[in-house]
């Protein structure tokens, strides 16, 4: 079992950047496949990003394509968003998530086993 903790989130004016990070518990955080979710009120959890145990394979939704990279350092049991050139439209509630499953689909929020509480992003204009 794995607890996640999102921090980095605030108000940014648009344009600007934003660093969120995700600190995993626990000694097996190189097991995990890696995704960040956001979500806005009313709406359903979106997928953002993904990363897979070594790093080596890395997906993004075409909206952020760009413009946020997402990284991990396992000897910190952390993985990152680095959002730059941020728009209105990417205000939300930030999420990460751990899935310990061998072949998972990287998009669905149902693949995931485990979420931390969210970090609320918002971007003015």
């Known amino acids: 079992q794995v607890q996640l903790v999102e921090s980095g989130g605030g108000l940014v004016q648009a344009g600007g950047s934003l660093r969120l990070s995700c600190a995993a518990s626990?000694?097996?955080?190189?097991?995990?496949?890696m995704g960040w979710f956001r979500q806005v009120p009313g709406k359903e959890r979106e997928f953002v990003a993904a990363?897979?145990?070594?790093?080596?394979?890395?997906y993004y939704v075409d909206v952020v394509k760009g413009r946020f990279t997402i990284s991990r350092d396992n000897a910190k049991n952390t993985v990152y968003l680095q959002m730059n050139s941020l728009k209105p439209e990417d205000t939300a509630v930030y999420y990460c998530?751990?899935?310990?499953?061998?072949?998972?689909?990287?998009?669905?929020?149902?693949?995931?086993?485990?979420w931390g509480q969210g970090t609320q992003v918002t971007v003015s204009s």
């Open positions: 998530a751990a899935s310990s499953s061998e072949a998972i689909s990287v998009v669905v929020a149902t693949s995931y086993d485990y």
């Open positions: 626990g000694r097996t955080f190189s097991t995990y496949f």
């Open positions: 990363i897979s145990r070594s790093g080596g394979g890395i």
